[in-house]
């Protein structure tokens, strides 16, 4: 499957490339946000990309150098998160824009054989990078019920985070959860079967909060906008894009407190959504929200 970037004119707009300006792709992915910032930063203007997944990281560079920009981008696989030391490393300054889109790519969910997805069998992971320790699997089959039931809450708002937990707990004493199918099948049993055929999966918000918990998704988000703000040149723009409440919280309260203090102009009181049209051509951009702000 063919990964369409989201909300892609709309962030492109609120970043406003010009010629020759670096730019920072924190999250590269397919590099669909990448390509368009470089049509519009020539002749000089490189941009960093940035990404956890060297497999992702790789297709980028080839797309790009197939497209005659390999010469003005710079690849680092590495996690946002560090993004000041990444920034340091490669030497890159003068930074004018940084956009992080932060939801899963479709490559990641329909390619990866990670586990991200309930509507295959593969097991149990979820790790963005092959460098983290911590894996789905450690804790459904290790953590206690509190903590499970803890993050299930936190992480993914789901009602019945309890009964998900004790119905995880019960099944790892019979035999260990090894794969997707095997935990879609454990949450299962804890779900009212009138909940069960709901327009949402009833999996969906116990797979979003093991991923969140296993790549400390959140805590690498604030660390991210942080270090953004440092190192991002005067008039320089932030454009993140993400895919749930929890994210999208994070960053509305960052840039609201870092616009009290006044060091930053949020440029859209409401996030950005996309148009019908985008939704219809890809469905997953629906809980898409984009917001951004200058730096002052």
Request: overall charge neutral; charged content about 30%; aromatic content about 8%.
């Amino acid at each position: 499957m063919i990964h369409i970037s989201v909300l892609k004119e709309e962030a492109i707009n609120f970043l406003n490339p010009k010629e020759n300006e670096n730019f920072i792709d924190a999250t590269c992915g397919a590099a669909g946000h990448t390509l368009e910032i470089l049509k519009k930063t020539g002749p000089d203007g490189k941009i960093l990309c940035v990404d956890l997944d060297g497999r992702a990281l790789a297709e980028a560079k080839e797309k790009l150098e197939n497209e005659g920009f390999g010469q003005r981008a710079i690849f680092a696989n590495d996690n946002f998160s560090h993004l000041k030391k990444i920034v340091e490393e490669n030497n890159f300054d003068e930074i004018s824009g940084i956009i992080a889109d932060i939801g899963l790519s479709s490559d990641q969910l329909e390619q990866s054989g990670r586990g991200f997805s309930f509507l295959k069998d593969e097991p149990l992971d979820m790790r963005f990078s092959e460098q983290g320790d911590l894996t789905a699997w450690e804790i459904v089959n290790h953590w206690p019920e509190e903590e499970i039931s803890n993050i299930l809450k936190e992480y993914g708002e789901e009602r019945f985070a309890r009964k998900i937990a004790q119905s995880i707990v019960q099944k790892r004493k019979i035999s260990r959860i090894n794969t997707t199918r095997e935990l879609v099948e454990t949450i299962g049993r804890a779900f009212p079967l009138a909940l069960k055929h709901n327009r949402i999966h009833f999996a969906t918000k116990t797979f979003q909060a093991l991923r969140i918990a296993v790549n400390r998704e959140l805590e690498n988000l604030k660390e991210f906008l942080f270090q953004a703000v440092q190192i991002i040149e005067p008039g320089g723009r932030i454009a993140v894009i993400s895919f749930h409440s929890l994210e999208d919280r994070i960053v509305k309260n960052f840039f609201r407190e870092k616009s009290k203090l006044g060091e930053l102009t949020v440029l859209a009181k409401k996030p950005v959504i996309p148009r019908e049209e985008e939704i219809k051509l890809n469905p997953r951009s629906r809980s898409a929200k984009l917001r951004a702000a200058l730096k002052n």
